[in-house]
T-cell receptor, first 116, second 112 residues
Framework: AQSVTQPDIHITVSEGASLELRCNYSYGATPYLFWYVQSPGQGLQLLLK??????LVQGIKGFEAEFKRSQSSFNLRKPSVHWSDAAEYFCAVGAMNSGGYQKVTFGIGTKLQVIP | DSGVTQTPKHLITATGQRVTLRCSPRSGDLSVYWYQQSLDQGLQFLIQ???????AKGNILERFSAQQFPDLHSELNLSSLELGDSALYFC???????????FGSGTRLTVV
């Protein structure tokens, strides 16, 4: 069974500082990995996804993530955080069965606070 | 606007009651997924439908049921509501063979 661990429940960074949110996954085969962002009172928005190929993935809003198979990690990064990035971030791992039906498992989320 | 529509946005009801949450998937998406998000449980997968048929079940209580109609919209029915059922309920949709979901903005259910 697939699983996702986000070890940091809350993270506080200063505006303009760099950001790295950690994600570790467990899955027997090649994983499909995602990062979603949820602003207060909103649904989840897809930031980026990794299926194969280049292990450094670029997403929206200036985010990127790096897949490291040896570490079973898919950490999310941003070089300079903006106050509007304050939100909750979810890492997820997906699998597709032979019938083309996917199952996506989400981590517990990391709440990002941005201070001036 | 993600293209996935959920109604109502907010719902307040009493314990023991029954409610129905509605979801219209993004145009062209045949799969619908329901998730419950609460403070202590995180984002929990409830159930998945594909083109009207149930495809996967997660941590869905027996008091809860869902269906997907021929026009592809889906309804999640919650009955004999308890205080602990208060949560955000999200619907998501996807195309077959593609990865990643598109989420709706959710229905916030408060049971009093």
């Amino acid at each position: 069974a697939q699983s996702v661990t986000q070890p940091d429940i809350h993270i506080t960074v200063s505006e303009g500082a760099s950001l790295e949110l950690r994600c570790n996954y467990s899955y027997g085969a090649t994983p499909y990995l995602f990062w979603y962002v949820q602003s207060p009172g909103q649904g989840l928005q897809l930031l980026l996804k990794y299926f194969s190929g280049d292990t450094l993935v670029q997403g929206i809003k200036g985010f990127e993530a790096e897949f490291k198979r040896s570490q079973s990690s898919f950490n999310l990064r941003k070089p300079s955080v903006h106050w509007s990035d304050a939100a909750e971030y979810f890492c997820a791992v997906g699998a597709m069965n032979s019938g083309g039906y996917q199952k996506v498992t989400f981590g517990i989320g990391t709440k990002l606070q941005v201070i001036p | 606007d993600s293209g996935v529509t959920q109604t109502p946005k907010h719902l307040i009801t009493a314990t023991g009651q029954r409610v129905t949450l509605r979801c219209s998937p993004r145009s062209g998406d045949l799969s619908v997924y329901w998730y419950q998000q609460s403070l202590d449980q995180g984002l929990q997968f409830l159930i998945q439908y594909y083109n009207g048929e149930e495809r996967a079940k997660g941590n869905i209580l027996e008091r809860f049921s869902a269906q997907q109609f021929p026009d592809l919209h889906s309804e999640l029915n919650l009955s004999s509501l308890e205080l602990g059922d208060s949560a955000l309920y999200f619907c998501a949709s996807s195309e077959q063979g593609t990865y990643g979901y598109t989420f709706g903005s959710g229905t916030r259910l408060t049971v009093v």
